[in-house]
Nanobody, 124 residues
Framework: VHLGESGGGLVPAGGSLTLSCAAS????????MAWFRQAPGKGREGVAA?????TTTYADSVKGRFTISKDNAKSTLYMNSLKPEDTGMYFC?????????????????????WGQGTQVTVSS
């Protein structure tokens, strides 16, 4: 299983970015996928997650600004109205285990496969 992120970059506050995570090696249609971020000196924070039925979960700090989507082979994170505090390394993650009926968790230790990360920097 391999996850690869793309789409990070430098953007001014108020701008937008779209991150993509391509999965290879297995289908992600029946598992949770999530995006996490890590700012320098801080722990890894769950940003958004999406389940097999399309149910989404968002961190309070990004609700109304970020949107997560998923298909059989990738997840996309649409980020609007970006703030300097959104700066960090963004990682996508996927579970190996199929997940139904409940919102996907936002805890990093529930996810098995991880991408290498893509840097997002929002200037003030």
């Amino acid at each position: 299983v391999h996850l690869g992120e793309s789409g990070g970059g430098l953007v001014p506050a108020g701008g937008s970015l779209t991150l993509s995570c391509a999965a290879s090696g297995y289908s992600v249609s029946r598992v949770c996928m999530a995006w996490f971020r890590q700012a320098p000196g801080k722990g890894r924070e769950g940003v958004a997650a999406i389940g097999s039925d399309g149910t989404t979960t968002y961190a309070d700090s990004v609700k109304g600004r970020f949107t997560i989507s998923k298909d059989n082979a990738k997840s996309t994170l649409y980020m609007n109205s970006l703030k300097p505090e959104d700066t960090g390394m963004y990682f996508c993650a996927a579970m190996y285990r199929e997940w139904y009926g409940r919102a996907c968790p936002m805890a990093a230790d529930r996810y098995n496969a991880w991408g290498q990360g893509t840097q997002v920097t929002v200037s003030s």
